[in-house]
């Protein structure tokens, strides 16, 4: 019996092959497969999940696939759906080398052939388990369908980390890891039960973070690489409507500071140079530990003036030992110098780069269609835009894989509305491939089916773990821990 069950998918599988429809009296077009996603010429990691596509108007497709290497593989039917485990292996068998693609596609009863293809397998793993992010509704009315999910990137696999069904009414942002790892993470809940969860090694507390010494709760958190730390913006925000803008929604801040959370203690440390009468967000740790990245620009009366709000790259050093703050501000990029903006610092693991957001105004660029991501090498202070990753639309909410070779960032590229997740591959010298749209088993009824957007993607070592239903016992319970100030 043993025997048999195994015998039974390899069965069913040449059965299948069998009945597909093959092509015959076939027409060459010289185009390229008109496909959805494209993926020509990406760069892949090995064991990511298959880059299924569609075709447009077709009834049948028939896809080969070679590897420079070794091995290949077919896929068939209305879409190219390919076995996951025979991907895995042909990707793995050609790690450094290229897979060559043949699609053929039956249209108005004709077969037709398509110019061939290749993608890129690199060398650089991707070993992460996969990716967290947050899917909410694109427009701005309510956030009652809302979650933040995670998604096994080497397969089709997506569960809730947290979401609307489980806290109704309440909302669910700034979720992050440290380093991608897990084992210590933090998510902000927002409304009648408002907490900053923190949680350890699978041991939770519930934080107030809002006190009389500080302008609002702490949000837009990044953790210090021992994990003793958490460094927070506390931001005022708010969102106008444009009729004569461009950007026909502008979220800003009335008022922002920056701050650091001592998690050992429960407590605030502050400086009188990240809460000064001007504008400082997004503070991020360097990947050593010894400096905040944070953004800063000028105070502006807000809403008239959002398109003067221009924020520009700074530091400060940091002494985990002392948990104390520097004295000195250095300026590492002074965008607004040349009528620019750049917000969202993130640091590269391996200390090399920083990745950041590029557009011409705000502290938000999710709603700039000019915004785009760009990398700075730390060591020699070059900049340039990350053009594999960018495009005519709006990149924003960007993070690095554990081992700094791989990022993920939303996008409203597809149709100018919903953000979806991209991947990009970054070599050692900084260069980013063309980027590709996270993997789906039938991609288009997927993407045009999900009606909420991605945003605030990273990278997670490992699963999750939550224990959703103890979660919910202590949101609703009310019990929180005041945190307080380091004096």
Not at 24 to 43: A, N, R
Not at 105 to 117: E, H, L, Q, T
Not at 121 to 141: C, H, M, N, Q, W
Not at 317 to 329: L, N, P, R, W, Y
């Amino acid at each position: 019996m043993t025997k048999l069950i195994k015998i039974l998918p390899v069965l069913l599988s040449l059965l299948l092959a069998a009945c597909a429809e093959r092509p015959s009296d076939v027409c060459v077009v010289d185009t390229m497969p008109p496909m959805y996603p494209d993926y020509v010429g990406v760069t892949i990691p090995a064991g990511i999940a298959p880059l299924n596509f569609n075709v447009d108007k077709a009834e049948k497709v028939w896809v080969e696939v070679k590897g420079s290497k070794d091995g290949s593989l077919t896929a068939s039917g209305e879409w190219a759906d390919f076995d996951i485990d025979d991907w895995h292996d042909l990707t793995l068998m050609n790690k450094g080398g290229q897979l060559s693609f043949d699609v053929s596609a039956k249209v108005d009863g004709k077969w037709c052939r398509y110019n061939s293809f290749t993608i890129d397998v690199s060398d650089d793993p991707l070993d992460d388990y996969g990716l967290t992010f947050r899917k909410i509704a694109p427009g701005y009315e309510v956030f009652s369908d809302i979650g933040i999910f995670q998604r096994d990137i080497h397969s089709f696999d997506e569960e809730p980390i947290v979401d609307s069904r489980s806290i109704p009414g309440e909302c669910m942002n700034c979720h992050v890891a440290n380093r991608t790892d897990p084992r210590q993470m933090q998510l902000h809940i927002r409304g009648l039960y408002s907490a900053t969860m923190v949680q350890i090694d699978g041991e939770r507390r519930l934080l107030q973070t809002a006190t009389d010494s500080t302008i609002a709760n702490c949000m837009y958190p990044y953790w210090h690489p021992s994990g003793n730390y958490v460094a927070y913006s506390l931001n005022l925000i708010h969102q106008c409507f444009n009729e004569s803008n461009s950007h026909f929604i502008e979220v800003f801040d009335k008022a922002s500071d920056a701050l650091v959370l001592d998690v050992r203690s429960n407590q605030l440390i502050l400086s009188p140079l990240l809460q000064t009468d001007d504008f400082e967000t997004y503070p991020a740790f360097s990947a050593d530990g010894t400096k905040i990245y944070y953004c800063t620009s000028k105070k502006y009366k807000v809403p008239e003036e959002c398109d003067k709000i221009q924020y520009d790259l700074c530091c400060v050093d940091f002494d985990a030992e002392s948990g104390q703050i520097g004295t000195k501000v250095d300026t590492l990029i002074k965008a607004s110098a040349i009528g620019k903006c750049i917000t969202h610092p993130r640091p590269s693991y391996d200390g090399k780069w920083l990745m950041y957001s590029y557009a011409d105004c705000s502290v938000f660029p999710l709603n700039h269609k000019e915004a785009d991501l760009w990398i700075m090498n730390l060591a020699t202070g070059e900049k340039r835009p990350m053009d594999g990753a960018n495009s005519d639309d709006a990149e924003s909410f960007h993070n690095w894989s554990s081992n700094s070779r791989w990022i993920v960032f939303s996008s409203r590229r597809l149709d100018g509305v919903t953000n979806r997740l991209f991947i990009s591959h970054v070599d050692e010298n900084g260069n980013t491939s063309k980027a590709f749209l996270l993997p789906q088993r039938n991609p288009r009824v997927y993407y045009e089916d999900m009606t909420r957007a991605y945003n605030t993607p990273d990278f997670t070592l490992t699963k999750v773990d939550l224990d959703i239903r103890a979660f919910m016992n202590e949101i609703y319970s009310g019990e929180r821990i005041q945190v307080t100030i380091k004096k």
